[in-house]
């Protein structure tokens, strides 16, 4: 967990910390304030950290190139920034380092000598361990109000003392990333800090946590409006800082009334994401307000009612294709995605129309179903949007 620069450098009691450069870089999240005099500190570095250096192994036949080259493997680490201690080793800050932290947007401080580092730090990493102990209360709360509805007293009085009220509403989006170039757990605590800084100037009331290789989002809002805005910015700003082979696939709940049921608007969201992985709905088709047929199935909470549908309608044709090693269920769902059309079939299956005219009557005969009438087509259409969401 991580805390927002501006906020932390905000807590420092002294005046004599003072911002050089990379003011656009401000808005960093800090994981922690790390001292560094280490000749490569970029490689001990986990990323987010604000280092400070008091520059004691300076190279005092070459400063500047020393200072630029200790800069680049900060930055290059993905450190959120750098307090330079200006004084003893390192009597002023050189301006080819000022123009290099300018130019990267990487905010650079200067640090009067005769300040004890302690009364730095101290407060510092007081207020991100503060922080992180709030985040990590809320987002244990919606962890229990999503996984454990029933059990209110895990989650209403925690979410009330930091200002989530019981009747405030909530939408909850998931996200996953399809095809991770780095390892899923670390990219999925990479993205959960990005969102939070990008939620910073959308959502004032929202918590962002990680489950499995799942990523969650609970919005705190009274608008489906404003739910969807806020949604389709991230998930926009999101695809593009993806490399090219990556996919992100997203969901978004119903909003609640309460946050008793915000575990209804997490199922919705995960399901969308499923189905989206599973190619059953396009990766645009993220919101539960907007996805016809499959918003009233995912609505359906007895999920015995589901599989005895799918068992009494397409059971037959899935143990035949089981047992047979066949597809015949594919191609149904084809024909049916082409209006019952044997050409347009045939035509995406590569094979003849005689082909797929005996395949449907097999699939029909296997069904008990004719696959000719409008009311066929619907039963075994249902049966497939369930199995879809379920398998």
């Known amino acids: 967990m991580a805390v927002e620069m501006e906020k932390l450098i905000q807590k420092y009691p002294g005046s004599d910390l003072k911002l050089l450069a990379g003011e656009k870089g401000i808005h960093a999240q800090v994981t922690w304030v790390h001292v560094s005099e280490l000749p490569n500190p970029g490689s001990f570095l986990k990323g987010g950290e604000l280092v400070i250096m008091t520059c004691v192994c300076i190279d005092k036949k070459n400063p500047e190139e020393w200072l630029t080259s200790q800069l680049a493997s900060i930055r290059q680490a993905k450190a959120s920034g750098v307090i330079l201690n200006v004084g003893e080793y390192l009597p002023e800050i050189p301006g080819i380092c000022i123009d290099f932290c300018e130019k990267y947007d990487f905010p650079l401080f200067s640090l009067g000598w005769s300040t004890d580092l302690?009364?730095?730090?101290?407060?510092?990493?007081?207020y991100?361990?503060?922080?992180?102990?709030r985040e990590h209360t809320i987002s244990n709360a919606f962890k229990n109000a999503i996984f454990f509805p029933n059990r209110q007293d895990l989650y209403v009085v925690p979410l009330s003392d930091y200002h989530f009220e019981p009747g405030d509403r909530y939408a909850v989006c998931t996200l996953s990333i399809g095809n991770p170039s780095s390892e899923p757990?670390?990219?999925a605590g990479e993205l959960v800090q990005e969102i939070r800084?990008?939620?910073k100037y959308r959502q004032k009331k929202a918590s962002v946590f990680t489950a499995d290789k799942e990523i969650v989002v609970v919005l705190?809002?009274?608008?489906?409006?404003?739910?969807h805005r806020t949604a389709e910015d991230l998930f926009s700003h999101l695809r593009q800082s993806l490399s090219g082979g990556e996919n992100l696939f997203a969901g978004v709940g119903k909003l609640t009334k309460s946050v008793r049921c915000i575990y209804k608007s997490y199922r919705h969201a995960s399901s969308i994401r499923t189905l989206q992985e599973r190619?059953?709905?396009a990766l645009t088709d993220c919101f539960y307000d907007n996805l016809g047929i499959y918003g009233l199935l995912l609505g359906i909470e007895d999920e015995d009612i589901?599989?005895?549908y799918v068992s009494r309608i397409l059971g037959p044709l899935l143990d035949y294709d089981r047992k047979k090693g066949?597809?015949?269920?594919?191609?149904v769902r084809l024909y049916l995605k082409n209006g019952g059309s044997i050409q347009d079939t045939a035509s995406e299956l590569f094979i003849h129309k005689n082909t797929v005219t005996y395949r449907i009557n097999l699939a029909s005969q296997i069904l008990n179903i004719d696959l000719s009438t409008l009311n066929g087509k619907m039963q075994v259409q249902l049966a497939l949007l369930i199995h879809d969401m379920d398998a």
């Not at 302690?118 to 007081?126: F, H, K, M």
């Not at 066949?326 to 191609?331: I, V, Y």
């Open 197 to 199: 800084a990008r939620l």
């Open 306 to 308: 589901k599989k005895d």
């Open 279 to 281: 190619r059953s709905v």
């Open 185 to 187: 757990y670390q990219e």
């Open 128 to 133: 991100i361990i503060q922080e992180n102990e």
């Open 220 to 227: 705190c809002s009274d608008s489906s409006d404003e739910v």
């Open 118 to 126: 302690q009364e730095v730090t101290r407060p510092l990493c007081s």
């Open 326 to 331: 066949s597809d015949l269920t594919g191609a």
